[in-house]
């Protein structure tokens, strides 16, 4: 029997000005509105959540809780907010209005956002309690989550984790959640599998998931990507604003991107190139190894220096880099191209791209995915492998962690290049020089004895190696451009909660 938790969540305070934007050149955005200009995403037709834990921790206090943005600042005007928490926020949340300023404010990469759901932390968890994963509210695709906690025992910690995790998977809701600012033992939401956990560029934040249980172990690489901010808190949104964009690509795009699509009741039609799986991979594909900053003095400079790989081919400090929206929009503008067992063009794959595979493993499907492309020029090439975490529709959230592996084989000099092949990791990450004139193979593998079925998804992108470390825009990157047009037993506790 599932029980409703109690929770134990806060905000992750230590709040930066959301005045500076120049965070945007810093993660690409001005160079992808140099190049597509008024065709930009903006998130429009993106339905979002905001959960953010209450300024207000006792349920018992007379101004319990505070949790929603003041929807009369200038920032939100003309945007629909909904409150679908049983108890409204007594005042505004400062701390909310400035993650809603970065997530869907006018300011905001992603300020064509309209329809916002704002949540406290503890009701949002709440609606998560049921026998099968819901459908979100009002559709929503992507939810930012600023806050940081534990549930009020191991064994709820580990029934919300597996909650959010469900979630992802089966109604592709995508989960952006921010690291503690400093070293913690907070699981929630930061140890979700399939969610996309967020840090800073200063790799000051907490590292590595926290211990729960026999699935949600210690050690797995956390974060997934990092933001140019001073604050997990004003990391995070942004890193979820980026999502909206690829969501709105994706799903505007439908098949001239996508060659499949899931209809998934209560939210719609979901496109490949908008999937969860996609989406992160792509974030985690396009992100910066190195950086060259100008809103913040803190940059890259030892991505993956020693002592600091880890087993999937990420940095344990900076996940897969910094955030570049450029490089991931060009990722999922340039479509999906199947592996070569699925029918995929024989001449090979683009410098950028994705595919998603819905039956692999050998259980009836292919083991193997293997993807050829031939290096026309010295390029710098990085890819991220993701894939869910299941959790069934059972009364003991079953769960399911499949293991695939990544790898590069050099044809032309015969050996593997590189690999990537954790055994408790859900994503596999390569990061390497490529030589002109070698033909290479990027394939998928499963790491398992027995046969199963199970889906993935891919991306990847070439650049040139004498490209600067920051995003540029030039004639190499023009061809993207054109494509880019395109019965349960109710306990109630309180809710510990902490922004980030």
Not at 167 to 176: C, D, H, K, S, T
Not at 262 to 278: F, K, M, P
Not at 433 to 462: N, Q, T
Request: proline share 4%; aromatic share 8%.
């Amino acid at each position: 029997m599932i029980t409703k938790p109690g929770f134990y969540l806060f905000p992750m305070l230590f709040w930066a000005s959301a005045a500076a934007a120049d965070y945007k050149t810093d993660i690409g955005y001005q160079a992808l509105l140099i190049q597509l200009g008024a065709n930009i995403p903006t998130g429009d037709g993106v339905n979002v959540v905001h959960a953010e834990a209450s300024l207000v921790e006792s349920r018992d206090h007379p101004d319990y809780p505070i949790y929603a943005p003041d929807i009369l600042k200038v920032q939100f005007a003309g945007k629909t907010f909904s409150f679908p928490g049983k108890k409204a926020s007594t005042s505004p949340s400062g701390h909310a209005d400035s993650v809603g300023a970065r997530f869907y404010g006018k300011d905001s990469i992603a300020h064509g956002i309209n329809n916002i759901a704002s949540y406290d932390a503890n009701a949002w968890i709440e609606s998560l309690i049921s026998p099968t994963a819901l459908a979100p509210v009002n559709a929503s695709r992507i939810a930012n989550h600023s806050w940081i906690g534990n549930g009020d025992s191991v064994s709820e910690t580990a029934m919300i984790l597996r909650f959010v995790d469900r979630q992802v998977q089966r109604n592709e809701f995508i989960q952006v959640v921010g690291m503690n600012n400093g070293l913690s033992d907070s699981p929630l939401l930061g140890s979700a599998y399939n969610a996309i956990a967020v840090g800073r560029t200063d790799g000051r934040q907490d590292r590595g998931s926290d211990a729960v249980d026999s699935i949600y172990t210690a050690g797995r690489t956390r974060p997934d990507v990092v933001a140019p901010q001073t604050t997990t808190s004003g990391a995070t949104p942004i890193v979820a604003a980026a999502a909206a964009l690829l969501v709105e690509t994706g799903h505007k795009g439908a098949a001239n991107l996508s060659q499949g699509s899931i209809d998934i009741e209560g939210v719609g039609t979901v496109y490949n190139a908008e999937r969860g799986e996609t989406v992160k991979a792509a974030l985690l594909a396009g992100a910066d190894r190195a950086t060259q900053n100008t809103s913040i003095t803190d940059n890259i400079v030892d991505y993956r220096s020693s002592g600091h790989q880890t087993l999937n081919g990420l940095d344990d400090r900076f996940g897969a880099g910094q955030l570049n929206i450029l490089h991931s929009y060009q990722i999922i503008a340039s479509g999906e191209q199947d592996s070569l067992e699925d029918g995929g063009n024989p001449n090979g794959i683009g410098l950028a791209g994705f595919d998603v595979d819905t039956e692999f493993g050998g259980l009836a499907s292919n083991s193997l995915a293997t993807y050829k492309f031939a290096a026309a020029a010295d390029l710098n090439l990085q890819a991220s492998l993701v894939w869910n975490l299941g959790v069934w529709n059972d009364l003991n959230l079953t769960t399911t962690l499949h293991d695939l592996n990544l790898e590069l084989f050099d044809a032309t000099e015969q050996n593997i290049a590189a690999f990537s092949a954790s055994s408790v990791d859900n994503s596999e990450n390569l990061w390497l020089s490529l030589v002109f004139g070698h033909h290479y193979e990027l394939r998928v593998k499963s790491g398992e004895a027995s046969p199963f079925i199970w889906d993935y998804a891919l991306a990847w992108h070439m650049s040139p190696l004498q490209s600067a470390p920051v995003p540029l825009p030039g004639a190499f990157y023009l061809f993207f451009s054109a494509l880019g047009g395109l019965g349960w037993v109710v306990r109630r506790k309180r809710l510990n909660t902490e922004a980030c």
